[in-house]
């Protein structure tokens, strides 16, 4: 569900900028108010994991169509909303920055449409009701389906309502919200059953991570499952992706079924043209593979697409999100012992 800058105005990717900019800095302020030290590790592996298991498009029978995990309700699950909602940003900046996954005036709206939905609103108000203060299998696994297809179905309506208030002619919004809506309930689906599944793995081997997660833990006592989650990440980027779904995404399909185009052309001056081209020098693996590679030529891949930019993209990907991430965990850290120094 990454937007791409066709679908947007500037002036609705400019407020979407601002919007997602504030939410990312009052977002820092109360991780830096609830720091916990051990969440610095946890979010650049989750991050990176995140980041790997979306490169992973699944196809929905019978449509033609494919889906991918959002993953910010995972994130939200596993670090809190602050901490998911700065590491889904984080992931997202890596994709539109070095892979051209998204665009640079859309992404504002893909941090807010893939982040907040998930770690601010399904997240406290869904999962969190259905699966409680002890947890059970079967709770956790309604919780994470009803939060997870929520929180998709509010991003994908949010996509429709962005490209409305774009006064992009070719996506009307009765056309362009029947086509949305129905494919990402889909998706929402396998998403909740996949945040289960990662989620039940995790209250097996570091229950206090679901259950107290307010609760500092020691760095080392969380080794084993940050282990875990870099190499699930390694597998997932590295090689599970060339079993990636061919098919176009929910977004791609609903503007093709509606348009008749997968992507709709943007203009060719102005603010888009320059976003444009700083993307393209920005892209050092553009669409998840190396620039030499043709365009034309992955038509005719054979599946399961075996290919080295694929894994090296992976591999890269998930250390830029895990650098990042962790690296601005760390300065938050620093932020938080300021007060401390000032006051001995």
Not at 32 to 59: C, D, H, W, Y
Not at 96 to 106: N, S
Not at 312 to 319: A, C, F, N, T
Request: proline share 6%; net charge neutral.
């Amino acid at each position: 569900m990454h937007m791409a800058d066709a679908l947007l105005s500037p002036a609705v990717g400019g407020t979407m900028w601002a919007v997602s900019a504030g939410l990312l800095g009052y977002s820092c302020r109360k991780i830096r108010q609830e720091f916990q030290e051990s969440k610095i590790p946890l979010m650049g592996v989750a991050g990176a994991f995140v980041f790997a298991a979306q490169m992973l498009n699944f196809t929905i029978p019978g449509t033609g169509s494919s889906g991918h995990l959002g993953g910010g309700l995972l994130l939200a699950v596993l670090l809190g909303p602050w901490a998911g909602f700065v590491t889904m940003a984080s992931i997202l900046v890596i994709q539109a920055l070095f892979f051209a996954d998204g665009g640079l005036l859309a992404l504002g709206c893909n941090i807010f449409n893939l982040g907040f939905w998930t770690c601010f609103v399904a997240y406290p108000l869904i999962y969190q009701p259905i699966a409680g203060k002890n947890p059970t299998r079967k709770r956790i696994l309604w919780g994470s389906m009803l939060a997870a297809v929520v929180g998709l179905q509010l991003g994908a309506f949010s996509v429709v309502i962005e490209t409305v208030l774009s006064g992009i002619s070719e996506l009307p919004f009765g056309l362009f919200v029947l086509a949305m809506q129905p494919i990402h309930l889909a998706i929402g689906i396998v998403e909740g059953l996949a945040t289960s599944a990662v989620v039940l793995f995790v209250l097996q081997n570091k229950p206090q991570i679901i259950l107290s997660p307010k609760t500092a833990l020691p760095a080392p006592s969380i080794r084993r499952t940050a282990l875990v989650f870099l190499t699930a990440a390694v597998v997932l980027g590295g090689a599970a992706s060339w079993f990636a779904s061919t098919y176009p995404d929910g977004l791609e399909w609903s503007t093709a079924r509606v348009s008749g185009k997968e992507e709709l052309e943007s203009p060719e001056k102005g603010i888009h043209s320059s976003l444009a081209q700083i993307q393209e020098k920005t892209a050092i693996l553009p669409d998840y593979s190396f620039k030499t590679a043709h365009p034309e030529e992955s038509e005719d891949a054979r599946w399961p697409a075996v290919d080295v930019g694929t894994s090296v993209s992976g591999i890269v990907g998930g250390l830029l999100t895990l650098v990042l991430t962790a690296g601005i965990a760390a300065a938050i850290k620093a932020a938080h012992r300021k007060p401390d120094i000032r006051t001995s």
